[in-house]
């Protein structure tokens, strides 16, 4: 697909026609991407009943939800190691069966410890069928299209993180939790369906010209990028402040002055609404005002925000959540396009880094702000959330745009 003319040379029903054509694949990616990583975020909209049923500490039991992203990280690192011999669409589609398994059985309540282990058994595969879709786009679409493809796949990001968590609450408070994770399994399976029929009849990967370099080989040629190195730094960040706010937010939302109800915190949810719209747009911003003044932008929002979450008003916590989701969700967007442009070679193994980075994040922002939040309160933590933004600024004013975005 890389060899299809740039759309402005194209007589325009032929642009009109390869423009309907992207807009139907961004709907069929942000939908495999909402069936990919629902798992992910479905559970932490139900995290203080889950505490409740396994009787734990809320830094016990955010642990133990956000220890998939533990399985994604070392996932992420795997599928690098082995991108050049698994076949994309195949991989994908038997990922997202193989995750169906894992959600079943947290259905059946086990104990903390096996729910911990099912959670990094769905990360691994979460994280599987994350990066080789991400290396899928890379390879598949061209460089006018990659950046609006990959924003799309976080857009389905988004929409997992609002309905999956809207979806969660509403079933575990009618049906109770083993219905909640029975569901999400089907859920899965039909992220399965999707992919094995949807890709069905795209154009087979393509490779890289010429010999490729042994994968540790590869992994450092990208680590000595000097456009990649604080890239992966900056996704761990970003995952570090959202996972640390919307796992810890949620006892601050039970508790007293605000006091909602399982239903209510669900309602909440619909902070992640803004960024549905926002999000797709990264990839155009990247490319209108660069990769620096885009990251910067997003993630300032978030930073400027986090005294709201202070403050003993629901509207202004949910304000706040508003600009945290919409900063966070638009770095990430940018980030995964920024990184397979930016990359010089192998691109499945420069994705697998920043995903094992970004997901490393995201356990380290559960435990590290669990335990400021279970010691000091949440005034401690929003200081945490403060201090992560301002290393990510610090990580975007080191990075530039590649050739390939400007």
């Given amino acids: 697909m890389s060899s299809i003319a740039p759309v402005s040379t194209l007589p325009p029903t032929v642009r009109g026609s390869q423009a309907t054509a992207r807009r139907i694949r961004a709907l069929v990616i942000g939908v495999i991407s909402f069936l990919t990583l629902i798992d992910l975020f479905a559970a932490q909209a ?22 998939s992203t533990f399985g994604m990280a070392v996932s992420g690192l795997l599928v690098a190691l082995f991108s050049r011999r698994i076949n994309r669409r195949k991989g994908i589609w038997v990922s997202l069966s193989l995750l169906a398994v894992p959600t079943l059985l947290l259905a ?17 595969f979460m994280s599987a069928s994350f990066t080789l879709t991400v290396a899928y786009l890379a390879e598949q ?18 929409a997992s993180n609002f309905l999956g968590r809207l979806m969660s609450a509403a ?30 009849g795209v154009t087979p990967m393509m490779a890289d010209a010429g010999p490729r370099p042994p994968i540790f080989a590869a992994w450092a040629e990208h680590l000595r990028n000097p456009l990649l190195r604080p890239a992966f730094l900056l996704g761990f960040l970003i995952l570090f402040v959202f996972i640390g706010t919307f796992t810890y937010v949620n006892f601050l939302l039970v508790a007293e002055p605000l006091a909602l109800d399982a239903m209510q915190l669900g309602f909440v949810y619909f902070v992640f609404l803004p960024s549905i ?91 590290v702000l669990g335990q400021l939040f279970s010691l000091f309160g949440w005034p401690a933590t929003v200081a945490g959330l403060a201090v992560a933004l301002l290393l990510a600024l610090v990580c975007a004013t080191r990075l530039a745009t590649p050739r390939s975005l400007r």
């Fill in 46 to 67: 139900i995290l203080p009943s889950l505490a409740a049923a396994y009787d734990a500490t809320p830094a016990e039991m955010g642990v133990a939800v956000n220890a």
């Fill in 171 to 200: 079933i575990a408070d009618h049906l109770g939790l083993s219905a909640n994770f029975a569901i999400l399994a089907g859920l899965n399976l039909a992220g399965a369906l999707l992919v094995f029929y949807s890709l069905r």
């Fill in 108 to 124: 059946t309540m086990p104990d903390l410890a096996t729910f911990t282990v099912l959670r990094v058994l769905q990360g691994v």
């Fill in 277 to 367: 719209i926002t999000t797709p747009l990264a990839g155009r911003a990247v490319q209108h005002f660069g990769s620096r003044p885009t990251f910067l932008g997003a993630l300032a929002l978030a930073l400027f925000s986090l005294p709201l979450l202070l403050l003993p008003s629901l509207s202004a916590v949910l304000l706040g959540l508003v600009l945290v989701a919409v900063g966070t969700f638009f770095a990430q967007a940018a980030a995964t396009g920024y990184v397979s442009s930016a990359a010089t070679g192998d691109r499945g193994a420069a994705s697998g880094l920043y995903l094992a980075s970004y997901y490393c994040g995201g356990l380290f922002g559960s435990a």
């Fill in 141 to 158: 679409c061209s460089a006018e299209e990659k950046a609006g493809a990959l924003a799309a796949y976080v857009t389905g990001n988004v």
